[in-house]
């Protein structure tokens, strides 16, 4: 595809359950980000990837969360034991290269937990 | 506590006015970015302005970056209805920043 693509679109859960959310970057592109945006608010910094490893963690909220990138393309980000605090839209971006090159962000996956 | 501050939080205004949208912060950025975002997509960037003092048009859209590198404002002229949509500002503290920190938004309405 010519864009970042994530799936599933929506997700709908229950308190307690397990969630994972996946992200498809741009061909080619060696950085991959994700950010969570709750409602009135803009993105918020969870985790970047350059490659395979997790460069930067520092946004991920507790340790229930996790996100892995195993090939250094297609990046799962995991949620353990969720929390209506959770519920949020989580966008995915993918840049060519490392610093400040262009993210381009994918549609984002809406998480809803009951 | 988000780093950058945008107002107003929302704009409604007629088709073929101008509107203003400000972005302001107490701290220091190395570069600063607008995107456009509408329901049910991600963000779209816009520009980035990196100099202090600097102006960028894109159309009817005009960017300024403070001479403090501390605030930003976008101005659209004549604005239209594919304007509508949610205007975000976003900076980089580091010119090898990766990670953006976003203010709120501004949810922009143009009726026709």
């Known amino acids: 595809g010519a864009g970042v693509s994530q799936t599933p679109s929506n997700k709908v859960t229950e308190k307690g359950k397990y969630v994972e959310l996946r992200c498809d970057p741009i061909?080619?592109?060696?950085?991959l980000y994700w950010y969570r945006q709750s409602l009135g608010q803009g993105p918020e910094f969870l985790i970047y990837?350059?490659?395979?490893?997790?460069?930067?963690d520092s946004g991920l909220p507790n340790d229930r969360f996790f996100a892995v990138r195993p090939e250094g393309s297609v990046s799962t980000l995991k949620i353990q034991r969720t929390e209506r605090g959770d519920s949020a839209v989580y966008l995915c971006?993918?840049?060519f290269g490392l610093g400040a090159d262009t993210q381009y962000f994918g549609p984002g996956t809406r998480l809803t937990v009951l | 506590t988000q780093l950058l501050e945008q107002s107003p939080q929302f704009l409604s205004i007629q088709e073929g006015e101008n509107l203003t949208v400000y972005c302001n912060s107490s701290?220091?950025?190395?570069?600063l970015q607008w995107y456009r975002q509408e329901p049910g997509e991600g963000p779209v960037l816009l520009v980035t302005?990196?100099?202090?003092?600097e102006v960028k048009k894109l159309k009817r859209l005009t960017f300024q970056f403070g001479d403090a590198r501390k605030d930003s404002s976008l101005h659209i002229t004549a604005a239209q209805p594919g304007d509508t949509g949610l205007y975000l500002c976003?900076?980089?503290?580091?010119?090898?920043?990766?990670?953006?920190?976003f203010g709120a938004g501004t949810t922009v309405t143009v009726r026709a």
């Open positions: 701290s220091v950025f190395s570069s």
């Open positions: 971006a993918s840049s």
């Open positions: 302005v990196v100099t202090g003092g």
């Open positions: 990837f350059q490659g395979t490893g997790a460069a930067d």
């Open positions: 976003a900076g980089a503290l580091r010119s090898n920043d990766y990670k953006l920190s």
């Open positions: 061909s080619g592109h060696t950085a």
